[in-house]
């Protein structure tokens, strides 16, 4: 068995292929329907967004499996599967796992971060499986998958450090006046990064926008698209009184916004705070504000410095999700293995019950005269023999397994003590080549995964 | 980490309260390890719920602090109670809470002076990314100092109460009554300045962490011994 993933999204396909091969309400069932019938498919589970159309599935045969997968997608969105191969991706095993895990985090979404995705996994998740296309495996995973998801969201800040010039701007006004909602904003400039940032601030709750430009019928014609107020140059002294952020972008030469002007509007402000951000080049602002009580002056170099720190801050965090995959991944392929595990405990203690109550019924046998309580107190402490004599093995046995990633120890567990556990010739065929890899391996001294435990074969 | 500090303080303690022979028959040690507890528990519920990130770390460090003054108090004698404990113990539970308050807010302004200064130098690294806005920081220690203000003056109210009940006098003169009410009067003039004034500054929030120095002086330094002669 092997966990795949069969997808594009906007890592591997351009939009208008992303648009017609997304799948949405019929479709979407369409699709569960066909891959619950096929022999290859075991489980699955469809994820479709705007960006990104996957098949996640537990299966006999990779290559089968993708190929049928590739035609199923293709019939149903009508693009010939050569163009549509071209553009999907098949990940295996770990990788596979690990993928799904990063989409839920928001590590694969082109807002790096973003939360929705992990919404449109749970329900992708729910609805396969109200579908009858998960079992025992893929609820376990996508349940490991949701809380990795989950985990990301609470305990990091990876999809809170914007890394463009305007949220850097909004961010650093935000960092001294709050949030920008009920704020007066004055925007000098009606260019193009005048009127961008007009509306920016604009779209960010901010109460008022005043905007303000040498030709006033420029500023009238952007004001009125975004709901600001118009004005001349010569009306910013008097609304530098009103603003709690100025945003300038003239470019032109000298110093639109003078010291003299900031210092004659922070009168009967009351201590309330000035955000000057200058994002000229030539700068607007006379650079001697910046001195005066209560006024921050920023400048392009000083929003590449925010934006340099949300970057090293967002790959810190990055780092810190991708550790929690790991670690998903890691509990995922320790379940696995205890799942094959708990059949040749449970096949071992019926062995010892089996024995010892063989003990037992020569014992009366061959001792007729005992009475019952003698009967209960040797059985009681036969049975304290048996259940003393397996505890370590079976605690041995879970630990090295968990640890080696297959089945080669509880193999062995199960030879030592006579134990035959029913297999198919494929599981024994899979095993034997996996205890002969996995022989190698150790003879060659190879240390797989920088040291760390093997995972579960369904894993690698 | 946090949690193995909460568990071994909490430990403390209980341990230190287990062995008052009463409630009320505390040390100053003993009321500035409570302090301390009641930050942390405090920070560390609300961050469990709402991620306050780095305020639980600053919260930590006046927590730190007051517990460091309290390991080093621990000599002290202990103080000898009147009558009518119940009155005592409300004066005392409300002088503590009120005490909290106010270390909530020192920490508020000691984040509020560490944001100030990052976006006045425009250094913009982990501490100005996480540290919350100047906006917020100033609010929040606003409404610390405010219901550190009310708690205090209801626990000076109860304990001058409590004088006339028991001391049959008014204990207007007495210098842990004087240092409180002087205390008390330079949180009331910090807020009536933030009040006039829409945000707080830079020298507002000096202001503030002064007024909590004097807090301290008058917790650890003026003697809470009950006038010579009246017990």
């Known amino acids: 068995m092997h ?11 351009p939009v208008d292929l992303r648009e017609r091969v997304s799948l949405s309400g019929d479709a979407h069932s369409h699709v569960l329907t066909q891959l619950g019938g096929s022999r290859t498919v075991l489980e699955s589970v469809v994820l479709s967004t705007c960006n990104r159309t996957e098949v996640y599935a537990l299966v006999n045969s990779t290559h089968a499996a993708h190929d049928f997968i590739l035609t199923l997608l293709a019939n149903t969105s009508g693009v010939p599967k050569q163009d549509l191969s071209e553009h999907m991706y098949l990940k295996q095993g770990e990788a596979a796992v690990a993928h799904a895990m990063r989409v839920a985090c928001g590590l694969d979404s082109i807002v790096v971060g973003e939360t929705q995705i992990l919404g449109q996994m749970r329900e992708a998740f729910q609805t396969a499986f109200e579908a009858g296309n998960t079992g025992a495996m893929f609820n376990r995973m996508f349940r490991e998958v949701l ?19 305007s949220y850097a ?77 100025v945003v300038s972008a003239t470019g032109r030469p000298g110093h ?47 929003l590449n410095g925010v934006i340099d720190a949300n970057v ?8 810190l999700v991708e550790d929690m995959v790991a670690a998903g991944v890691r509990a995922f392929s320790d379940w696995l293995t205890e799942q094959e595990v708990v059949p040749l405990i449970v096949a071992l203690r019926q062995k010892g019950e089996a024995i010892q109550r063989d003990v037992m019924e020569s014992l009366v046998r061959k001792l007729p005269h005992l009475s019952e309580r003698d009967q209960k107190i040797i059985h009681k402490h036969t049975m304290s023999i ?39 010739d494929d599981e024994a065929a899979e095993s034997r080549a996996v205890r002969l890899m996995d022989v190698l391996s150790r003879v060659l001294g190879e240390v797989s995964h920088q040291g760390q435990p093997n995972l579960h074969p369904v894993l690698r | 980490m946090l949690f193995t500090a909460f568990v071994a303080m909490t430990t403390l303690l209980f341990l230190r309260l287990s062995r008052l022979p009463s409630v009320i028959d505390y040390s100053k040690s003993d009321l500035a390890l409570l302090v301390s507890w009641l930050m942390l528990t405090v920070t560390l519920v609300v961050d469990a719920r709402f991620r306050i990130g780095v305020v639980v770390f600053f919260a930590n460090v006046v927590s730190f602090g007051l517990a460091l003054f309290a390991g080093g ?101 007495w210098p842990k009554f004087i240092a409180t009410a002087v205390c008390w009067a330079m949180y009331a003039i910090y807020l009536g300045l ?27 330094l003026v003697s809470g011994r009950t006038p010579a002669g009246v017990a």
């Open chain 1, 386 to 424: 048996v259940n003393q004599l397996l505890r370590e093995p079976i605690q041995n046995v879970k630990e090295l397994s968990i640890a080696s990633g297959d089945l080669a120890y509880a193999s062995m567990f199960a030879q030592l003590f006579g134990i035959d556990p029913v297999k198919t």
């Open chain 1, 169 to 245: 701007a909004v961010q650093l006004a935000s960092k001294i006046v709050g949030g920008l909602e009920g704020k007066v904003a004055l925007v000098i400039g009606a260019g193009q990064m005048g009127a961008l940032a007009a509306k920016h601030l604009s779209a960010q709750g901010v109460k008022r926008v005043l905007l303000a430009n040498r030709t006033l019928a420029k500023a009238s014609a952007i004001a009125s698209e975004i709901g600001a107020q118009a004005l001349s140059l010569d009306g910013v002294e008097a609304a530098l009184k009103d603003a709690d952020i």
């Open chain 1, 256 to 302: 639109t916004v003078k010291a003299a002007f900031v210092r004659q509007a922070l009168v009967g402000r009351r201590g309330r705070p000035l955000v000057l951000l200058d994002i000229a080049v030539p700068r607007d602002i006379d650079p001697a504000c910046a001195a005066l009580p209560n006024v921050y002056l920023y400048d392009v170099d000083d």
């Open chain 1, 312 to 319: 090293q801050e967002r790959a810190r965090q990055a780092a």
């Open chain 1, 147 to 165: 809380h990795v998801g989950k985990r990301a969201q609470t305990e990091t800040t990876v999809g809170q450090h914007p890394v463009s010039v």
């Open chain 2, 194 to 220: 933030r009040i006039v004034r829409r945000a707080a500054d830079r020298r507002l929030m000096f202001y503030q962490v002064a007024c909590f120095v004097a807090l301290l002086f008058n917790l650890f």
């Open chain 2, 73 to 173: 108090l621990q000599a002290d004698a202990r103080e000898h109670w009147l009558p009518a404990v119940n009155l005592l113990i409300v004066h005392i539970a409300l002088a503590t809470l009120g005490e909290a308050a106010f270390a909530f807010a020192f920490a508020f302004a000691l984040m509020h002076l560490v944001q100030e200064r990052h976006l006045r130098q425009h250094r913009f690294d982990r501490w100005f990314l996480q540290l919350p806005s100047l906006a917020t920081l100033d609010t929040w220690a606003l409404f610390a100092s405010a219901v550190g203000c009310a708690l205090m003056l209801l626990a000076m109210a109860t304990g001058s109460f409590w004088g006339d009940l028991v001391l049959h006098r008014w204990l207007l003169l």
């Open chain 1, 3 to 13: 966990i795949i993933v069969v997808g594009m999204s906007h890592h591997s396909a």
